[in-house]
């Protein structure tokens, strides 16, 4: 039997999405290829705090590369500097830290590959710095909002699935002649709504970096029933802001959000567009099913590579970084630089305003 050489870890953190098993895999086969073996860490952070966690081999990640989801499980509440423990009906917060630490000593686990979005890689930073934990992180958020890389994996999946809900309701918009809206997750940021809006054909795009005027929205619709067009697509980011909602403060608005009688966002948009127009708005929310299925054929190669990559920085003792991708190629990005980041949408951005010359509106 071949000499291990060390014992590695990986962990999916934070909200599920298409192509986490793709790492996994790439990771796993990357460190058993070159002789260390490798545990998979069950549910997130919580495996860490709990030492629940399992040798994987060549089995364990085999056929998962077309499997959406994660097969160690996720969670995106159990931070080990902050851990929630429900005591006497309220929930009280823990420092699990050492908890974290031993159970990696325990069994000679060298260093530790977090799969995540800007949560994950907070805490993974946080580990690095004040507990001296070997960390390689990978980005992961269908939302594409991680500083320091181009992509994220997860995000053009999610951006498939959000546009095949714009195909189809294209065709049911346009044998009614109604206006529909298409609400795509995104809650600090647009370009999910952004890349599926264009690609699905949306007449109108709303993202949270660019707050909104009911009136041009309405003024848009207009301008296209006058000139023969029976229908209206409105692709709308779960985080849109109307420019009067835009100006209050955070105290303001969390206070206006308390006695808010919409569902979401999308409901006050559609009600205002059929009181100022007249004319019916029907809401779709395809939700949770822009995280789920299987990872498109780009997803399944991009995580791949950043899952081989994670492995190889690894094994070389290249720790303290995210695999990032930059101008086409992977880049290691310093995890102290990411953490507490978000790659916000530029609203003066070339792909919108190239959107704009093609005549959709923002409503701004």
């Not at 860490?41 to 077309?66: C, H, Q, R």
């Not at 959000?162 to 918009?173: F, M, P, R, S, V």
């Not at 370009?191 to 949270?208: E, H, K, M, R, Y």
């Not at 953490?339 to 409503?363: C, H, Q, T, W, Y």
Request: charged share 25%.
């Amino acid at each position: 039997m071949a000499q291990v050489k060390g014992r590695l870890a990986v962990l999916t953190g934070g909200g599920d999405c298409p192509g986490l098993n793709a790492v996994i895999r790439a990771v796993v086969k990357t460190a058993l290829k070159n002789g260390y073996e490798i545990y998979g860490i069950e549910n997130g952070f919580n495996g860490l705090i709990t030492g629940t966690m399992k040798l994987m081999d060549y089995a364990s990640v085999s056929g998962i590369l077309p499997r959406g989801g994660t097969i160690l499980g996720t969670t995106n509440r159990d931070n080990p500097f902050h851990f929630a423990v429900e005591e006497n009906g309220k929930y009280v917060f823990y420092d699990k830290r050492e908890e974290v630490v031993k159970n990696l000593r325990d069994r000679n686990i060298e260093a530790l590959v977090v799969i995540g979005g800007d949560g994950s890689l907070n805490i993974a930073a946080k580990l690095a710095a004040e507990c001296d934990v070997k960390v390689v992180g990978v980005p992961k958020t269908i939302d594409n909002d991680l500083w320091g890389t181009d992509m994220t994996f997860g995000f053009q999946s999610a951006v498939n699935i959000a546009t095949d809900a714009l195909d189809c309701i294209h065709t049911t918009a346009a044998s009614h002649g109604r206006v529909f809206i298409v609400e795509v997750m995104g809650h600090k940021v647009g370009w999910l709504t952004l890349n599926a809006g264009i690609a699905g054909g949306a007449d109108i795009i709303l993202v949270p970096e660019i707050p909104y005027d009911i009136d041009k929205i309405v003024e848009k619709i207009n301008e296209r029933h006058n000139r023969g067009s029976r229908f209206t697509i409105l692709a709308v980011a779960e985080g849109a802001i109307s420019k009067e909602d835009a100006k209050l403060s955070k105290k303001e608005y969390k206070k206006k959000l308390e006695n808010y009688k919409y569902p979401s966002v999308s409901y006050e948009i559609a009600e205002q567009i059929q009181e100022k127009s007249g004319m019916e708005v029907r809401v779709t929310v395809p939700g949770h099913t822009q995280r789920g299925g299987s990872p498109c054929a780009y997803d399944r190669v991009f995580a791949s590579r950043l899952g081989s990559e994670a492995g190889r920085m690894i094994l070389d003792g290249e720790y303290g970084f995210m695999v990032g991708y930059k101008h086409r190629e992977i880049v290691k990005v310093p995890l102290e630089e990411v953490a507490g980041k978000l790659k916000m949408l530029d609203p003066n951005a070339s792909i919108v305003r190239e959107a704009k010359m093609m005549g959709i509106s923002f409503g701004d």
